[in-house]
Structures are given as C-alpha cells and as structure tokens.
C-alpha cells in the first residue's frame, strides 16, 4: 500500500489549504482513511478519519467546524480541507490507513502512513 501526501504549504493565518493523499495497491474503498499531524517537539496526534464508505466521519476538538475530511472512492483519493487555520495547526501532516473499516484515533491502527506534507501557518 502506499499513500502519498500532497497540498501543504505556507500561508498566513485565517487562510484555507485543501490536503490530498492518493491511495494505490489495495481496494482503496474497503478501508477507513485517516489524518494525523505532527508539530515540533510533540507526539503525533489525530486530526480526523472517514469510514470505508465516506458517511462517517470525525474530527478532532481542536479542528471541529474548521477541517473537512472528505474521500472520492473513484479516485483512490482522501481530502483534508482546512479552513481557518491558525498558528497551532502548523505541523507535517500524515495520511494513514490500515485494516480497520471505521476510523480510529489510535496510532497503533494504522500500518500505512505517507510521507507527511507540511503546513506551515504564519500570524
């Protein structure tokens, strides 16, 4: 399986940025999709997952109202929107997946990660 990462960048606060992650060699529809996130010098944390069919989803506290996630079962392909962003969502971003259906906050449930694409927001 691999999952690759796309649509990180610089921008200032208050500003939207639309993550991709593209999914090949498995039946990308069976599986739940996750983000996590990593900031400097802290644990990696959950941002948000969807179910294996898109019509469950959670989010986070810290990005309820403000992150989207979102999948296209015909591309092979998870969306992270995140509107709003601040200053603390700065961090490398990880799509993941593993052998579960619905999504999980727990690391230790994904065996599939991506390279991470970094988000980097300015006051």
């Known amino acids: 399986v691999q999952l690759q990462a796309s649509g990180g960048g610089l921008v200032q606060a208050g500003s939207s940025l639309r993550l991709s992650c593209a999914a090949s060699g498995r039946t990308f529809s069976n599986y739940a999709m996750t983000w996590f996130r990593q900031a400097p010098g802290k644990e990696r944390e959950f941002v948000a997952t969807?179910?294996?069919?898109?019509?469950?989803?959670l989010h986070a506290p810290s990005v309820k109202g403000r992150f989207t996630i979102s999948r296209d079962n015909a591309k092979n392909t998870v969306y992270l929107q995140m509107n709003s962003l601040k200053p603390e969502d700065t961090a490398v971003y990880y799509c993941?997946?593993?052998?579960?259906?619905?999504?999980?906050?727990?690391?230790?449930?994904?065996?599939?990660w991506g390279q991470g694409t970094q988000v980097t927001v300015s006051s």
């Open positions: 969807i179910n294996w069919s898109g019509d469950t989803t």
């Open positions: 993941a997946t593993g052998e579960i259906i619905y999504g999980s906050v727990l690391l230790s449930d994904y065996g599939y």
